[in-house]
């Protein structure tokens, strides 16, 4: 099974400043056949379900707004999240589907300071 | 509108059985792979199983043997059959529209989930 962890656990930051949450893969997710990384980010709130922010590493999904960018590939990948607003308070996390079973990080708790 | 709403949920004493539903609408179901996911109290997200457009499923190691995945064409639905409950099946279990009809992919849409309790 591929192991996603995420690292910080937790973070504050201030509002309008940047948020950056980081993700690695206990072994590489990019494909060499189509070069993607199967990589995607979810955000969680409180009582709802996890949300698609980010597919491909770095595509942003369907609604989702410009200041949260992904990136990385191999084993090591990056959300950040521009200008921090209040409602991104939230849990993030990351998510593998090269392969089965699927496995997700253990989850990224995003508070304001 | 994609929607994806779960059912069948509730209190199960250890060994017993459950069946969840997921009822799903606003696109066309039999292209498309559903997923089912579940995340215990204050704990993170688990994949659980899913099945294609096809019908080929996938299980993670802890449930396989005791969960069956399935799918209604005819009623748009996909079922969660769930025996030999444990007290750690206890979770959020939510249903989700794959991106496309193989897995795995990513899922892109989520349902409000139905909570599943294993307790005597």
């Known amino acids: 099974d591929i192991v996603m962890t995420q690292s910080p656990d937790s973070l504050a930051v201030s509002l309008g400043e940047r948020a950056t949450i980081n993700c690695k893969a206990s072994?590489?997710?990019?494909?060499?056949?189509?070069?993607?990384?199967?990589l995607a980010w979810y955000q969680q709130k409180p009582g709802q379900p996890p949300k698609l922010l980010i597919y491909?590493?770095?595509t942003r999904g369907s609604g989702v707004p410009d200041r949260f960018s992904g990136s990385g590939s191999g084993t090591d990948f990056t959300l950040t999240i521009s200008g921090l607003q209040a409602e991104d308070v939230a849990l993030y996390y990351c998510?593998?589907?090269?392969?089965?079973?699927?496995?997700f990080g253990q989850g990224t708790r995003l508070d304001i300071k | 509108e994609v929607q994806v709403v779960e059912s069948g949920g509730g209190l199960v004493q250890p060994g017993g059985s459950l069946r969840l539903s997921c009822a799903a609408s606003?696109?066309?179901?039999?292209?498309?792979?559903m997923t089912w996911v579940r995340q215990a109290p204050g704990k993170g997200l688990e994949w659980v199983s899913a099945?294609?457009?096809?019908?080929?499923?996938y299980y993670t190691d802890s449930v396989k043997g005791r969960f069956t995945i399935s799918r209604d064409i005819s009623k748009n639905t996909v079922y969660l059959q769930m025996s030999s409950l444990r007290a750690e099946d206890t979770a959020m279990y939510y249903c989700?529209?794959?991106?496309?009809?193989?897995?795995?992919?990513?899922?892109?849409?989520w349902g409000q989930g139905t909570l599943v309790t294993v307790s005597s």
């Open positions: 989700a529209k794959e991106q496309t009809w193989a897995v795995p992919h990513w899922p892109d849409s």
């Open positions: 606003g696109f066309t179901f039999r292209n498309y792979a």
């Open positions: 099945i294609t457009s096809g019908g080929n499923t």
């Open positions: 072994q590489s997710v990019l494909h060499s056949s189509n070069n993607k990384n199967y």
């Open positions: 491909w590493a770095s």
């Open positions: 998510h593998q589907y090269l392969t089965v079973p699927i496995t």
